[in-house]
């Protein structure tokens, strides 16, 4: 794919959503990351649902701390592998109030060094809390970088250097947000919705979804009532 489509995919992308921000809910730096944390192998919407209630009542390091192991799990056995995360969550916790002052370091090493945190979820808070043009490769945005040609590589590493090579300047603060997005309503995994997609003309995927032909008008009209009483 030539600059020229990459510019044109981004600037379409941002006149749809242009404050595009990820679908998890929170208010700080640390609720983010702990956010974040819960979210690997679970949907934004499950991690919302339990944390609405954790980060109202222990929105804080101190205070979650203070929860302990179980009672972490108890507000987040909803989720998958809550009570790995929950052991995470508390040593993450602990790990910020002795080394950072009780807050989330700004560098990646210091987050990658947090119980449960890898490369993905630092890039996340990285980009989403402090404004660094990070991209965190997920699923989604591994399979559209791939699909669309925008920047294709064989692992997540691959991709996201790729996309940090060739994604315009401009862009690259939101982009995570946009590709995220497009991958889970627009380009998903089993039938991508090409006819309704922004940006078909200029994605390089061989196998586009096809349009779905609109059934004649006649084929919609009521029969008559002589022939339904036969």
């Keep these: 794919m030539n600059r020229a489509k990459r510019q044109e995919i981004f600037e379409r992308l941002r006149a749809a959503n242009p404050h595009p921000t990820t679908e998890l809910e929170y208010g700080t730096p640390f609720q983010l990351l702990i956010a974040v944390l819960l979210s690997a192998q679970a949907t934004d919407k499950s991690v919302n649902l339990a944390t609405r209630t954790l980060f109202a009542e222990h929105g804080t390091p101190a205070s979650m701390l203070a929860l302990g192991e179980e009672g972490v799990a108890d507000y987040i056995k909803t989720i998958g592998l809550y009570r790995t995360k929950a052991r995470n969550v508390i040593a993450t916790c602990r790990i910020l109030l002795e080394q950072h002052g009780g807050e989330v370091p700004q560098d990646r090493e210091s987050l990658e060094a947090l119980p449960g945190v890898g490369r993905k979820t630092a890039n996340v808070v990285l980009n989403t809390a402090f404004g660094q043009p990070t991209i965190a490769v997920d699923t989604h945005i591994f399979r559209v970088a791939n699909r669309t040609g925008i920047a294709p590589g064989k692992d997540v590493v691959a991709v996201e250097q790729a996309l940090l090579k060739f994604v315009p300047r401009e862009f690259l603060h939101d982009a995570h947000h946009w590709l995220i997005l497009h991958g889970r309503y627009v380009c998903v995994a089993r039938t991508p919705k090409c006819p309704q997609c922004g940006i078909a003309d200029l994605c ?12 004649k008008a006649a084929s919609l009209k009521p029969r008559p009532a002589a022939e339904i009483s036969r």
């Design 204 to 215: 390089e995927y061989k196998h586009k979804t096809p349009a779905v032909p609109v059934k």
